[in-house]
C-alpha cells in the first residue's frame, strides 16, 4: 500500500511542467505522455504478471509509469527560473 503511494509523491515532480503544458495548450505533449505511460504500464504487467509476480505486477508498473510521465513532460517543457520573460514575485516590486 505504501508503495503504490509513492507513485503519487512522484506525481509532483512533474506536476508544473505538466500544468504549464496544458496552459499553454501543448495537447500533443499531454497525450504522448499518457500514451508512453499506458503502453509501459500495460506491457510491464503482462510481462510481470506472466513472470508470476503476483501483486506486484501491478503495483511496479504504476510506480515506474509515473517515472515516464513526469519524464517526458519535463523533457518537452523545462522550467527556466530567473530569466527575463517572467515577472518578478510581488515581494520584489518597487514602487516609486
Known sequence: MIL???SYLLFTFGMLNATSNLKENKIP???QAILWQTI???VL???LALLGLGV???IIP????ILIWVGIHRYYTPLV???DSQSPPAEHVYYQ
Open 4 to 6: 503504490m503511494a509513492t
Open 29 to 31: 505533449v499531454v497525450c
Open 40 to 42: 509501459a504500464d500495460g
Open 45 to 47: 504487467t503482462a510481462c
Open 56 to 58: 506486484w505486477a501491478i
Open 62 to 65: 504504476k510506480v515506474l509509469g
Open 81 to 83: 527560473y530567473g530569466s
